[in-house]
């Protein structure tokens, strides 16, 4: 709690968060939200940061991320499967 308390006072983290929810890859998107919902879960971080949670922007983003579909993890990696299988081991002949 004191670290997110120490970064919630810094007044460029709900921009930050906004810029990082606006972002390309679907991890660091995911990764922000769950940042986010730490600040909302503990009060006293809710209260240092008021209104500005309120941002229409903020709340567009969130609900954006929230009900779109993400692609599955893959096995190991914690990147998407690839949806065309595993590639086939090399033959006699493409060596």
């Known amino acids: 709690m004191r670290g997110l308390k120490c970064i919630s006072e810094n007044s ?27 600040v909302l879960l503990e009060e006293e971080v809710l209260l240092l940061l008021g209104p500005p949670l309120l941002d229409p ?17 893959g096995p190991q990696t914690g990147r998407p499967a690839d949806p065309g299988g595993p590639a086939d081991p090399p033959t006699e002949s493409g060596r």
């Open 12 to 38: 460029g983290l709900l921009p930050l968060i906004c810029a990082l929810l606006d972002d390309g890859d679907w991890e660091v998107c995911l990764h922000s939200v769950r940042l986010l919902q730490s």
């Open 57 to 73: 922007r903020l709340q567009a983003a969130v609900s954006r991320l929230t009900s779109s579909l993400q692609p599955a993890a």
